[in-house]
T-cell receptor, first 115, second 114 residues
């Protein structure tokens, strides 16, 4: 398996533009998580899905952020409109419900810069 | 608020030395405590994890020590190597309740000097 795949790896955009980050979880995994990493706040959970259904979006900073999971192999995180304070590395992670290991597998991240 | 507090923020250790990173938590309902390792430009990866029913878990040079009464846990890296240079995150989660959030500490940047 190729692991969790994220695209793009780097994104530079101007304030006010729409940004869409993409994630392909590991095949067979039931859970998908979106995290944001900044120097100031570390790793923050934004939202997670179970079987494509959003379970907890309390970490989504505001209405400018939205996430979807239309099927088991694809998820998007959208920021509209983007602001400079959204600059961060965004990680997607997945795990499966079975088994005793509670491990989340992280993708390589998308480094977002909003000018 | 920060559910898991981690220290130090950065750590420099000589090759062959012991690296120690500490974490503390408040919520006694946490029942799973993993450590993740992150190299520059990569996503975090699970290093080692412990449940609160044991006080210590060892995997190779990496050991988690867990103190349930003090609500603290720590990562010890024995015989630290330059290849261990990375950022380390402690985390806590709930398994019994079925919730799947991982609450991460703020991270410790470890540098092992040759």
């Amino acid at each position: 398996d190729a692991g969790v795949i994220q695209s793009p790896r780097h994104e530079v955009t101007e304030m006010g533009q729409e940004v869409t980050l993409r994630c392909k979880p590991i095949s067979g995994h039931d859970y998908l998580f979106w995290y944001r990493q900044t120097m100031m706040r570390g790793l923050e959970l934004l939202i997670y899905f179970n079987n494509n259904v959003p379970i907890d979006d309390s970490g989504m900073p505001e209405d400018r952020f939205s996430a979807k999971m239309p099927n088991a192999s694809f998820s998007t995180l959208k920021i509209q409109p983007s602001e400079p304070r959204d600059s961060a590395v965004y990680f997607c992670a997945s795990r499966h419900q079975r088994g005793i290991v509670h491990e989340q597998f992280f993708g390589p991240g998308t480094r977002l810069t909003v000018l | 608020q920060q559910q898991v507090k981690q220290s130090p923020q950065s750590l420099i250790v000589q090759k062959g030395g012991i690296s120690i990173i500490n974490c503390a938590y408040e919520n006694t309902a946490f029942d799973y405590f993993p450590w993740y390792q992150q190299f520059p430009g990569k996503g975090p990866a699970l290093l080692i994890a412990i449940r609160p029913d044991v006080s210590e878990k060892k995997e190779g040079r990496f050991t988690i020590s867990f103190n349930k009464s003090a609500k603290q846990f720590s990562l010890h890296i024995m015989d630290s190597q330059p290849g261990d240079s990375a950022t380390y995150f402690c985390a806590a989660s709930f398994i019994q309740t079925g919730a799947n959030n991982l609450f991460f500490g703020t991270g410790t940047r470890l540098t092992v000097i040759p």
